[in-house]
C-alpha cells in the first residue's frame, strides 16, 4: 500500500493540475494530506463510495498520462544520466589531480558542480 501512495503521489505531481478540479482535490485530501474516505467526504460534500470513485478515476487517469507522456520515467532517466556525469567528472578530475593538470580539473569541477546543482533542483520539485 505504501508503494502506491507514493506512486500516486509522485504520478500527481506530475500530472495532477491536469485532473478535474474534484479529482484533484480529493487526490489531494486523501493521498498527500492523508485524510480518510469519510473525511474527503465531507470535504467534498460527498459520500464515501463518491469519494472512492473519484479517486479510482483519478488514479486511472494518472496512470494513462504517465503512459501517453512518460514524463515520470524521463525524469528518473535524466537523474541516472546526471548522476553517471557526475562520477566521469570524478573520475576526471582524481586524474587531473594526479597528473597535476589545474585546468582540466578546475572546469571539471566546474562541470560536477552544475550537475550537482540541476539534479538538486530537481529533487526539489518531487519533495
Avoid: C, P, W
Avoid at 18 to 39: N, P, R, T
Avoid at 60 to 82: A, P, Q, R, T
Avoid at 98 to 119: A, F, G, P, W
Amino acid at each position: 500500500m505504501v508503494e502506491k501512495l507514493v506512486e500516486v503521489g509522485i504520478l500527481f505531481d506530475f500530472y495532477g493540475k491536469l485532473l478535474s478540479k474534484k479529482q484533484f482535490l480529493a487526490v489531494e485530501l486523501y493521498y498527500i494530506h492523508d485524510l480518510s474516505l469519510a473525511e474527503v467526504g465531507d470535504e467534498l460534500g460527498i459520500t464515501r463510495q463518491g469519494v472512492f470513485d473519484i479517486l479510482k478515476r483519478a488514479e486511472e487517469k494518472l496512470y494513462v498520462y504517465e503512459k501517453s507522456l512518460g514524463l515520470v520515467e524521463k525524469f528518473y532517466s535524466s537523474h541516472d544520466d546526471i548522476r553517471k556525469i557526475i562520477n566521469i567528472t570524478e573520475e576526471i578530475m582524481k586524474i587531473a589531480k594526479k597528473n597535476n593538470i589545474e585546468e582540466i580539473y578546475d572546469k571539471t569541477l566546474k562541470i560536477k558542480d552544475i550537475s550537482q546543482r540541476i539534479l538538486n533542483n530537481s529533487r526539489e520539485v518531487m519533495d
